[in-house]
């Protein structure tokens, strides 16, 4: 019998046992974007709002992705691509200065809109399914209509810029939210302000990677070596490693007893989110 065969590339064909037909999601068209979003407008919380009030200056902070709602629509003329419209709901924390040494922090909300485009395929067939339900009879599942599903994986965005402006430029066409989903409104720990009351307004310039797919329900025969066991013990947890032994293993930090003659400047997405290039 051969061994158990471990994720990984595939060097001999020969310890193939069987060829299954499996149910997956297989992907049919995707892309990747590095967006720089200029001038987003930054809706505060109404503590933020005080804190605005008394700015002297305002700078780059923190953005979390909170969520990205996508819709899905076939593209008019041109068969089997579809539109994916998102929308990516960020709370920023900005860095403002109130005239005293240390900057305090506003929260609140930025708004960004996408759309892409990508192939999707056809697909007539109506889909059913059943639910299992504990100690009750099975719920047949809702007909869904045969459309790709977009899947969006982002990470937090990079805050580049902020700045804050006296009034509206007579070309700048900013109608502002009418409404946002409920569960948004609830991230956040004080009611969201959608109207400046004709005072200042601010704007936020983020950094965002982003890949977006389509996929589809379909069946794949593909090659079987054998079920997959995990060769890992669990771990307990429980902390007994020598906290000496894992002190000793760390590297003794030259740089901070050396100061560098030059500093490098963040080269990574991970290094550019931690510094704060509005400094």
């Known amino acids: 019998m051969p061994e158990n065969g471990m994720p990984g590339p595939v060097c001999d064909l020969s310890s193939v046992r069987e060829a299954v037909c499996i149910h997956t999601h297989k992907i049919f068209d995707s892309c990747r974007d590095k967006d720089c979003v200029e001038d987003l407008r930054f809706y505060p919380t109404a503590s933020a709002q005080e804190v605005l009030s008394a700015c002297q200056m305002v700078r780059g902070g923190t953005a979390e992705l909170l969520y990205v709602y996508t819709d899905v629509e076939p593209v008019t003329f041109n068969r089997g691509f579809y539109s994916i419209d998102m929308r990516f709901f960020y709370r920023v924390t900005l860095q403002v200065g109130t005239g005293t040494p240390r900057c305090t922090e506003a929260e609140g909300l930025c708004v960004f809109d996408k759309r ?164």
């Open 116 to 279: 892409v485009i990508l192939f999707g395929s056809e697909g007539s067939a109506k889909i059913f399914s059943s639910d299992t339900v504990l100690d009750d009879l099975d719920i047949p599942g809702c007909r869904r209509s045969n459309l790709p599903t977009a899947v969006v994986e982002a990470v937090d965005p990079i805050v580049l810029d902020a700045r804050a402006e006296d009034r509206c430029k007579p070309c700048r066409c900013d109608c502002g939210l009418t409404e946002i989903p409920a569960f948004i409104a609830q991230s956040f720990d004080q009611p969201l302000l959608f109207d400046d009351n004709g005072g200042r307004r601010y704007y936020v310039t983020l950094g965002q990677f982003s890949l977006v797919r389509l996929e589809r329900d379909t069946q794949l025969l593909v090659p079987v070596y054998d079920y997959c066991m995990p060769d890992k013990e669990c771990s307990c947890g429980s902390g007994t490693e020598d906290p000496c032994g894992v002190f000793r293993n760390i590297a003794f930090p030259v740089g901070e007893f050396f100061p560098p003659n030059s500093v490098r400047k963040p080269e990574n997405y991970e290094e550019t989110k931690n510094f704060c290039c509005c400094q």
